[in-house]
């Protein structure tokens, strides 16, 4: 069990192996320059080139799905099942990715997980090239994509921790999380000029070669630049010793367990407002579908500012800052929740989205942090099934309770259980404090 609660992190250095004018040009702290040290890891540079690329297609495919299942059914009960399909998984598989992640070497996991999902775009466009398309098609790729996605996360989230080391953790969890948030601006934009431009077939096509330049980057990496050591393979009884050892580590380690449950359960309750948007945009702000598409944009820019900015301080994470996070996070969803004025809403939601990415990015750079390398696909895997996995829940949760009360109800309910979650995760915290200090 560690022995201290706040994980310490020093100054990022000059890379292993970098030569004097590296040393020199990496080690200025002043401009956007400070907001890209990362990257001087050859490593990770080959990595986060490769994504930016993928997590394009990989948008730009999630639009043409949702426009897929529209012609083929136009149904919404359709387009709520086949997201819920593609999200399944990660509650039953994703602490087995962890294993994985820990057992064999993290890029030969991400290698296989990305030629598989290649491979599932490629089909998916085949399908709709032929003609023989149908709904239950898409079912069983949307099981397929979370599969491959629950068992690829963990490993690929590890994965940044060995490639930079732990000292410039901060600023590469943070560059990747940039890389998501920009996508999630870009790439609806971008899918509905190419579906206005040709048809949806091309954007499958394209995702499907947009996995090509991050297995390319994964290909180049050199094993003897990463940071961590995988467990030898084993047989099953093997892999079910390797689950319980990751989740003994996560019940006895005092700050894994209160970041990943508590943090799990403001996301659970509180990281739902993009299904209320629309109700808000349409019932009370009277803005209709431009209006929420400027909301939805805000959201994810206030995200996009956020990651940079955590990326350019490097900031040490504290179990201290996630909370205050929270709770700024649930306050101004408080406010959100009785605007009725259109921009006021909109600066909210860019907050909102601000807030949610700084706690999330700085509990999951923590768990990176204090976790042994042997262990981290294991703890990641414990954090994506509490965090990712929690999503859709609250989907369904916010979306009952928008039936029967109406949005803000909804949105004031969620945020006043976050704030109640971090009530007791603050009393938790003080009374961790005081056990380790005794």
């Given at each position: 069990?560690?022995?201290?609660?706040?994980?310490?992190?020093?100054?990022?250095?000059?890379?292993?192996?970098?030569?004097?004018?590296?040393?020199?040009?990496?080690?200025?702290?002043?401009?956007?320059?400070?907001?890209?040290?990362?990257?001087?890891?050859?490593?990770?540079?080959?990595?986060?080139?490769?994504?930016?690329?993928?997590?394009?297609?990989?948008?730009?495919?999630?639009?043409?799905?949702?426009?897929?299942?529209?012609?083929?059914?136009?149904?919404?009960?359709?387009?709520?099942?086949?997201?819920?399909?593609?999200?399944?998984?990660?509650?039953?598989?994703?602490?087995?990715?962890?294993?994985?992640?820990?057992?064999?070497?993290?890029?030969?996991?991400?290698?296989?997980?990305?030629?598989?999902?290649?491979?599932?775009?490629?089909?998916?466009?085949?399908?709709?090239?032929?003609?023989?398309?149908?709904?239950?098609?898409?079912?069983?790729?949307?099981?397929?994509?979370?599969?491959?996605?629950?068992?690829?996360?963990?490993?690929?989230?590890?994965?940044?921790?060995?490639?930079?080391?732990?000292?410039?953790?901060?600023?590469?969890?943070?560059?990747?999380?940039?890389?998501?948030?920009?996508?999630?601006?870009?790439?609806?934009?971008?899918?509905?000029?190419?579906?206005?431009?040709?048809?949806?077939?091309?954007?499958?096509?394209?995702?499907?070669?947009?996995?090509?330049?991050?297995?390319?980057?994964?290909?180049?990496?050199?094993?003897?630049?990463?940071?961590?050591?995988?467990?030898?393979?084993?047989?099953?009884?093997?892999?079910?010793?390797?689950?319980?050892?990751?989740?003994?580590?996560?019940?006895?380690?005092?700050?894994?367990?209160?970041?990943?449950?508590?943090?799990?359960?403001?996301?659970?309750?509180?990281?739902?407002?993009?299904?209320?948007?629309?109700?808000?945009?349409?019932?009370?702000?009277?803005?209709?579908?431009?209006?929420?598409?400027?909301?939805?944009?805000?959201?994810?820019?206030?995200?996009?500012?956020?990651?940079?900015?955590?990326?350019?301080?490097?900031?040490?994470?504290?179990?201290?800052?996630?909370?205050?996070?929270?709770?700024?996070?649930?306050?101004?969803?408080?406010?959100?929740?009785?605007?009725?004025?259109?921009?006021?809403?909109?600066?909210?939601?860019?907050?909102?989205?601000?807030?949610?990415?700084?706690?999330?990015?700085?509990?999951?750079?923590?768990?990176?942090?204090?976790?042994?390398?042997?262990?981290?696909?294991?703890?990641?895997?414990?954090?994506?099934?509490?965090?990712d996995g929690s999503l859709p829940l609250g989907y369904l949760l916010m979306g009952w309770l928008?039936?029967?009360?109406?949005?803000?109800?909804?949105?004031?309910?969620?945020?006043?259980?976050?704030?109640?979650?971090?009530?007791?995760?603050?009393?938790?915290?003080?009374?961790?404090?005081?056990?380790?200090?005794?």
């Open positions: 069990m560690k022995k201290y609660f706040f994980p310490v992190l020093r100054r990022p250095g000059p890379a292993a192996g970098a030569s004097e004018r590296e040393m020199t040009v990496w080690s200025a702290d002043g401009g956007m320059r400070r907001a890209f040290t990362s990257l001087r890891h050859r490593n990770f540079r080959l990595y986060w080139f490769g994504q930016m690329v993928s997590l394009l297609g990989s948008v730009m495919q999630s639009i043409g799905q949702v426009w897929l299942v529209l012609e083929l059914t136009h149904s919404g009960w359709q387009l709520g099942l086949v997201g819920a399909l593609q999200a399944l998984p990660i509650l039953f598989f994703s602490i087995f990715g962890g294993v994985f992640a820990d057992r064999w070497p993290k890029r030969q996991v991400l290698l296989v997980t990305q030629a598989a999902s290649m491979l599932q775009a490629f089909l998916l466009w085949a399908l709709i090239v032929t003609g023989i398309l149908q709904i239950w098609h898409l079912y069983v790729l949307a099981l397929l994509v979370g599969l491959t996605s629950s068992l690829g996360r963990p490993a690929s989230r590890a994965f940044v921790g060995e490639m930079v080391g732990r000292e410039d953790l901060p600023n590469a969890v943070a560059l990747n999380s940039s890389l998501s948030n920009l996508a999630r601006i870009v790439g609806p934009a971008l899918g509905g000029l190419i579906i206005a431009a040709s048809n949806v077939t091309v954007l499958f096509l394209l995702n499907a070669l947009s996995f090509l330049p991050v297995m390319v980057g994964l290909a180049l990496i050199k094993s003897q630049e990463l940071h961590g050591r995988p467990l030898q393979n084993g047989g099953v009884a093997k892999t079910w010793q390797s689950l319980r050892e990751g989740l003994d580590y996560v019940w006895k380690t005092p700050v894994v367990l209160l970041v990943i449950v508590v943090v799990g359960l403001v996301l659970l309750f509180g990281s739902n407002f993009n299904v209320l948007l629309p109700l808000f945009a349409t019932g009370l702000l009277h803005v209709g579908a431009t209006g929420f598409g400027f909301l939805s944009a805000a959201a994810g820019i206030g995200a996009l500012l956020s990651a940079l900015w955590l990326a350019w301080s490097n900031q040490q994470p504290t179990s201290w800052r996630v909370l205050i996070g929270m709770l700024a996070f649930g306050a101004l969803e408080v406010m959100f929740s009785f605007s009725h004025s259109y921009f006021l809403s909109l600066l909210l939601i860019a907050s909102i989205g601000f807030m949610e990415e700084a706690f999330a990015m700085q509990a999951m750079t923590i768990l990176q942090t204090v976790t042994p390398n042997h262990l981290s696909g294991r703890v990641l895997s414990v954090q994506v099934l509490f965090f928008a039936g029967l009360f109406g949005a803000p109800i909804a949105m004031l309910s969620g945020a006043l259980l976050s704030l109640l979650v971090v009530g007791v995760g603050w009393m938790w915290w003080k009374a961790t404090q005081k056990e380790m200090e005794s």
